[in-house]
């Protein structure tokens, strides 16, 4: 089990841009600019992609819902998203070994 007392300090800022609708949620494709593009199977409807990004990147981050916020973005597919509790180099690494 992962102590997340120890990385209380350490956030991270990450660029998305979501493709809803998707067959299946992955991480489809890490942009030059440092964006990540994920699919998700939610529709942009009623918040559902929002929650289902944030669900996802709980499960792939492997962090607790509440440790991530949608800074902006909320109804357009370009997002920031605010991961607390993780430094960026371990958020990176997390990112990219779900990366096909």
């Given at each position: 089990?992962?102590?997340?007392?120890?990385?209380?300090?350490?956030?991270?800022?990450?660029?998305?841009?979501?493709?809803?609708?998707?067959?299946?949620?992955?991480?489809?494709?890490?942009?030059?600019?440092?964006?990540?593009?994920?699919?998700?199977?939610?529709?942009?409807?009623?918040?559902?992609?929002?929650?289902?990004?944030v669900e996802f990147l709980s499960d792939i981050l492997e962090i607790p819902s509440s440790r991530i916020e949608l800074v902006s973005g909320l109804k357009g597919r370009n997002k920031r998203v605010h991961i607390n509790g993780l430094d960026e180099q371990t958020t990176l690494r997390r990112i990219k070994s779900h990366y096909q």
């Open positions: 089990m992962t102590n997340w007392n120890r990385d209380a300090g350490a956030s991270t800022m990450l660029s998305v841009r979501v493709i809803p609708r998707a067959k299946k949620c992955e991480i489809s494709e890490l942009m030059q600019d440092g964006t990540i593009k994920i699919r998700l199977t939610a529709p942009p409807v009623d918040g559902k992609a929002n929650l289902a990004l």
